[in-house]
């Protein structure tokens, strides 16, 4: 899908180039250009091309979709501006044996190709703006279909290995009952594990959680986990929300959690594993930090996996709406996730 939106890209740039430019000039003002001299044409030609790259480049359409009204008039204004300098070339003027004749064939000359500026710039920009969101239309529409392959790969995987949710939770049941009493660790291990397994099940087909759920799904998940450590690990989770009811993809956050617990513990090393969840004014900070206790080469080979496919989960749901970074500094990687819920 990828190499097909590339193609595509390609496919409407060499059109840009070859077809619609060139026809465009020759149709309209290539001869008035070519009589003002070479310098001028090649100079209307360079400015043109440039503002079909620069449209491109600037990718108005997720400007538009994020709200960056100002970044838009901030560049088409800088677009006009070079519009109007190139107005304002200097030609030299037409000679005619009546000098007051001069004057007025090189005014009307001058006319002309203002006007022929100013409508090719329109038409230029008029088709980037375009292609700029019919490529964005296009790239969200692969997007969602390979984020569609991708959910009905990860729920055929769960049907495969599904048991009966009846069978599983009567069995977990009878097997708490034999662990009664024997071990305080074991019997919160159970409660945990039953937890986040309810958890999953319940939410496999919703779209939307609630804050509130999967701060609580963490919470077992990272209680679980602990109960395995010994204390070369240390543990710091922190949340907070000024409103747990927002509503968030179920399970979007546990990749980020799974990946700190793989990478980060160590039963021979001291280590420390942070992570918080903050949400404030409708906007949501998630961060880890851990050590890399894997050995480096195998971490940089195996990460960008599991993140790739959360950048593509992000950009499908909030599009423009999101920031990931990630980075590894001194053996310690953190990550920051922000997401803007309304």
């Keep these: 899908m990828?190499?097909?939106?590339?193609?595509?890209?390609?496919?409407?740039?060499?059109?840009?180039?070859?077809?619609?430019?060139?026809?465009?000039?020759?149709?309209?003002?290539?001869?008035?250009?070519?009589?003002?001299?070479?310098?001028?044409?090649?100079?209307?030609?360079?400015?043109?091309?440039?503002?079909y790259f620069a449209v491109k480049h600037i990718r108005f359409p997720k400007l538009f979709i994020a709200g960056r009204y100002r970044e838009i008039a901030g560049w088409l204004a800088a677009l006009v501006a070079g519009n109007w300098?190139?107005?304002?070339?200097?030609?030299?003027?037409?000679?005619?044996?009546?000098?007051?004749?001069?004057?007025?064939?090189?005014?009307?000359?001058?006319?002309?190709?203002?006007?022929?500026?100013?409508?090719?710039?329109?038409l230029?920009?008029?088709y980037s703006v375009s292609v700029a969101f019919v490529k964005e239309l296009y790239g969200q529409v692969l997007l969602q279909k390979r984020l569609?392959?991708?959910r009905d790969k990860a729920e055929l995987a769960i049907f495969k290995a599904q048991i009966s949710p009846h069978f599983l939770f009567n069995t977990l049941n009878s097997l708490y009952s034999l662990v009664i009493g024997t071990s305080q660790k074991a019997e919160d291990a159970f409660i945990k594990f039953t937890e986040i397994l309810k958890y999953t099940y319940i939410t496999i087909d919703?779209?939307?959680?609630?804050?509130?759920?999967?701060?609580?799904?963490?919470?077992?998940?990272?209680?679980?986990?602990?109960?395995r450590l010994n204390r070369h690990t240390m543990v710091k989770w922190s949340h907070d929300a000024d409103n747990e009811g927002y509503r968030i993809p179920p399970m979007i956050l546990l990749t980020f959690v799974e990946n700190a617990f793989k990478y980060g513990?160590?039963?021979?090393?001291?280590?420390?594993?942070?992570?918080?969840l903050a949400i404030a004014g409708g906007?949501?900070?998630?961060?880890?930090?851990?050590?890399?206790?894997?050995?480096?080469?195998?971490?940089?080979?195996?990460?960008?996996?599991?993140?790739?496919?959360?950048?593509?989960?992000l950009?499908?749901?909030?599009?423009?709406?999101?920031?990931?970074?990630?980075?590894?500094?001194?053996?310690?990687?953190?990550?920051?996730?922000?997401?803007?819920?309304?």
């Excluded at 500094?329 to 309304?342: A, M, P, Q, S």
């Design 2 to 51: 990828v190499s097909l939106e590339n193609k595509g890209s390609l496919i409407l740039d060499i059109f840009f180039c070859v077809v619609f430019m060139p026809v465009l000039i020759a149709l309209g003002p290539a001869g008035y250009w070519l009589n003002c001299g070479t310098v001028f044409f090649m100079t209307a030609c360079v400015f043109f091309y440039g503002c």
């Design 85 to 122: 300098l190139l107005t304002q070339f200097p030609l030299p003027d037409l000679d005619f044996v009546t000098p007051s004749m001069s004057a007025f064939q090189t005014s009307v000359r001058d006319y002309s190709i203002t006007l022929s500026l100013w409508l090719i710039f329109s």
């Design 124 to 126: 230029v920009i008029g």
């Design 148 to 150: 569609e392959h991708q």
């Design 206 to 227: 919703n779209d939307l959680v609630s804050v509130k759920d999967e701060i609580t799904y963490i919470q077992n998940y990272i209680d679980l986990q602990e109960l």
């Design 265 to 276: 513990v160590s039963t021979t090393r001291d280590c420390v594993i942070e992570i918080s």
């Design 283 to 313: 906007v949501l900070r998630f961060r880890t930090c851990n050590s890399v206790m894997k050995h480096v080469g195998e971490f940089r080979t195996e990460l960008p996996v599991g993140l790739d496919n959360c950048r593509a989960r």
């Design 315 to 342: 950009s499908g749901i909030y599009p423009g709406k999101y920031t990931l970074d990630t980075y590894e500094r001194d053996g310690i990687f953190n990550l920051d996730l922000t997401i803007k819920l309304v």
